[in-house]
T-cell receptor, first 116, second 108 residues
Framework: DTAVSQTPKYLVTQMGNDKSIKCEQNLGHDTMYWYKQDSKKFLKIMFSYNNKELIINETVPNRFSPKSPDKAHLNLHINSLELGDSAVYFC???????????????FGPGTRLTVL | KNEVEQSPQNLTAQEGEFITINCSYSVGISALHWLQQHPGGGIVSLFMLSSGKKKHGRLIATINIQEKHSSLHITASHPRDSAVYICAVGWGVQKLVFGQGTRLTINP
């Protein structure tokens, strides 16, 4: 009964490729997020989606595009992958239509992306 | 300078010791979060607080809004508490900023 799941867990790919990471939550939450954790373990928010509407884009390159087919899914598409995209990407969800910083979040297990 | 600073960055202690991790921030906030990242990488939300104090088992989180400071305490620490503890602050609708994390190691 995984609450927030991500696939794949590991992704190794060549520079220039296009890849996607999928995220699903079965908690009935309204809001979902994507975070990037770099090699120094620093977490940064990338996107937030509320009821399929983008409400945050934290200066992320437009090679990254979130896609939300429904409230339970938020996928991350990355075009023209670069070496600097190597990181762990976490999906998360939270219950309410609240500000991004004001609600408890539930995290997925992470996807480790390695760009060669 | 990051808007959220944690101290210490690394902490090693013996089993049973009382642990304190500090978080200072420089902006007015709506809420402060404490997260735990296990050695395997998974992240768990421990607390969200906007005032006062919260307790869950051996974990206690406090926040002083005037001083822009929060502490996470662990009583009777155990090796399974070994993890990275991350402070994050949120304000408005579109801001959530994370500290750099504190790596805690509890030796048996």
């Amino acid at each position: 009964d995984t609450a927030v799941s991500q696939t794949p867990k590991y992704l190794v790919t060549q520079m220039g490729n296009d890849k996607s990471i999928k995220c699903e939550q079965n908690l009935g939450h309204d809001t979902m997020y994507w975070y990037k954790q770099d090699s120094k373990k620093f977490l940064k928010i990338m996107f937030s989606y509320n009821n399929k509407e983008l409400i945050i884009n934290e200066t992320v390159p437009n090679r990254f595009s979130p896609k939300s087919p429904d409230k339970a899914h938020l996928n991350l598409h990355i075009n023209s992958l670069e070496l600097g995209d190597s990181a762990v990407y976490f999906c998360a969800s939270s219950p309410l239509l609240a500000g991004v910083g004001t609600d408890t979040q539930y995290f997925g297990p992470g996807t480790r992306l390695t760009v060669l | 300078k990051n808007e959220v600073e944690q101290s210490p960055q690394n902490l090693t202690a013996q089993e049973g010791e009382f642990i304190t991790i500090n978080c200072s921030y420089s902006v007015g906030i709506s809420a402060l979060h404490w997260l735990q990242q296990h050695p395997g990488g998974g992240i768990v939300s421990l607390f969200m607080l906007s005032s006062g104090k919260k307790k869950h088992g051996r974990l206690i989180a406090t926040i002083n809004i005037q001083e822009k400071h929060s502490s996470l305490h662990i009583t009777a620490s155990h090796p399974r508490d070994s993890a990275v503890y991350i402070c994050a602050v949120g304000w408005g609708v579109q801001k959530l900023v994370f500290g750099q994390g504190t790596r805690l190691t509890i030796n048996p």
